[in-house]
């Protein structure tokens, strides 16, 4: 099995606060750029699996620092299966970048796609990093409070 395969069964497999919270010990302990490179990945595979869910969750929560720019990042958002509720990885661009960045960066991306091109998961990106911060980490609250 390859790391990123790996890590989504781990991530597939947390039910509780403690297995996320053991996991995420492991994770801090990786070298940061293999964390951020794998847990980018699961998250915006977005079939709102539990593994795309967890890892966006994973990123909130360990803030690995983004090796690569706003710009790339935004690209490759463009590129995936992000989940147009995921409001987690919104919040990692806004904490990594800025919520001015972000929505500047999304909005120039979009002005730049050619016409009739998908604008969708983009457009998520900036509707959710343009809302209040409260807004975006409701998902965290909603998840603790699930009964787990």
């Known amino acids: ?9 781990a991530l597939s497999s ?6 996320f919270l ?18 980018w990945q699961t998250a915006l ?13 994973m990123l909130v929560a360990l803030q690995p620092d983004a090796p690569r720019s706003l710009e790339e990042l935004i690209r490759d958002i463009h590129a995936s299966k992000l989940d147009a509720s995921n409001r987690l ?9 800025g919520k001015h960045a972000v929505t500047v960066e999304a909005l120039r991306f979009l002005d730049e ?13 900036n509707y959710w990093a343009s809302a209040p911060a ?10 603790r409070d699930s009964g787990d």
């Open 1 to 9: 099995m390859k790391e990123t395969e790996l890590l989504e069964s």
């Open 134 to 143: 409260e807004l975006l980490c409701q998902p965290l609250h909603d998840w």
């Open 113 to 125: 796609l050619p016409i009739g091109s998908d604008r969708s998961r983009v457009e998520c990106v």
């Open 89 to 97: 990885v919104p919040f990692y661009l806004v904490t990594q970048f």
């Open 14 to 19: 947390i039910k509780t606060d403690e297995q």
């Open 22 to 39: 053991v996991l995420h010990k492991r994770l801090s302990e990786v070298d940061v750029e293999t964390v951020f490179v794998g847990l």
């Open 45 to 57: 595979a977005g079939r709102g699996n539990s593994a795309s869910v967890q890892a966006s969750r």
